[in-house]
């Protein structure tokens, strides 16, 4: 499959696309929430190496059933077991019983009262786990396709409102903006210090892994770029090579792209979002040498005074909440993409796909987006309801309705 034309031909668009070249939009349909309704039983009975045929098994599915823009190749990727325990305190989550919603218990309340319970923040790579599930992997699979680590840690580890909400829940952090303005200030400004400090441990102990080619970033997308410069290295070289088989250079974070969104400050206003999030938020982009930024946030109401102004930014998340109007102005001729993320209601509600409905919808974004480097990145379909076949006619139908769309771009 790695071998198929199309392949090659999609990596081709994928670089196209994220240098803003592209002849015309990307799709990815995310398949991990409904997995379980296209997933064939799985045949090993070994746990580990149930995981490896997971994995191998998922990397295939979406060209065997909806031929979105994802490409398959000849990587098989082990993860890098790594923990960051920030402030070294244990944050809580109670989960409702179809482990998606959860409620906080609050390490902080009172910031003024509770900032002492905060201290250094514990970083620990678990390195034999991570070098034997390597080994078996090189065992099992070598022969077959390149195995390689990869850090899946970083896709979400800098959206920095949601470690806040993890310490002091979503209302008392709302009302510590207003209640106590310098704590809160205090409280983001050692966050960042933690997280430069986990980043530079990163580094140094060889963790950060060159994400150019088919990495996937969080909020859905790809990171295939030549833009970004550095040794072509992998990182953690001894654990690729063997111990003492050469040296290469460590890969530092201003040579990949990140990933940030603060989905929990939707509720604040431009002005709070001006003042508390915003100045931390641009020193953490100063450390990446790509930005995408965003998830399921509406960006507009920050766009003009503080997102537009991130470092680095190369894609920003228009989500189903955004006012697509305004950005698709404010992006027009641009070179930061437009990340479209359709409304999961037209394949994840019920079982029939309406399709004029969904045409009609994706078309006003197709007009709206002449001027624009767009992609669509459907996520949060969470059922099919028994009919998979909408997902392929879903890809299939934005490429009809955007096909010539970045004409003038």
Partial sequence: MAHLPVMEER???????????GPRPMVVMEEDTFL????????????EARQMEWKLRKAILPQQIFQDDKVVDEEFRVGVRIENRLFGVEMKKKFASDGIGYHIEPVLECLEEDM???????????????????????????????????????????????????????????????????????????????????????????????NHGNDYMGSGSFCFTRELSGEESRGAAALQKGPGEGSQKKVTSRQLWGHMNSQESVGISPDMYHEFIAPYFSRMAEE?????????????????????????????SISPWCKEEMMAERLSGSRIIYSRKPSPNFIGV??????EAFRQYIRHTAALTRGCHTEYIFRDIYKLNGNIGKL????????????GTLESA
Avoid at 11 to 21: E, M, P, S, T, V
Avoid at 36 to 47: A, F, G, K, S, V
Avoid at 172 to 185: I, K, L, W
């Fill in 288 to 316: 990446f040498g790509l930005l995408y930024y965003g998830c399921c946030e509406p960006v507009d109401p920050y766009w003009d005074r503080d997102i537009s102004q991130y470092p680095n930014l190369r894609k920003v």
């Fill in 116 to 210: 002492e319970l905060l201290g250094d923040s514990v970083f620990i790579y678990h390195e034999k786990e991570t070098v034997d599930q390597l080994a078996l992997a090189e065992d099992i699979l070598g022969d077959l396709l390149h195995v390689r680590l990869e850090n899946m840690a970083n896709h979400w580890e800098f959206s920095l409102t949601e470690k806040i909400v993890w310490l002091m829940g979503m209302e008392n952090m709302f009302c510590s903006m207003v209640t106590e303005p310098d704590a809160f200030h205090c409280l983001m400004d050692r966050l960042i210090t933690e997280m430069l400090r986990f980043l530079r441990w990163e580094e140094e102990q060889g963790l950060l892994f060159l």
């Fill in 11 to 21: 990596q081709k668009l994928w670089y196209l696309h994220n240098a803003c070249k």
């Fill in 36 to 47: 379980d309704e296209i997933l064939p039983p799985l045949q090993c009975e070994d746990p």
């Fill in 350 to 355: 019920q079982a029939a796909f309406d399709e």
């Fill in 392 to 403: 392929k006619r879903a890809v299939e139908i934005v490429r009809e309705e955007t096909e």
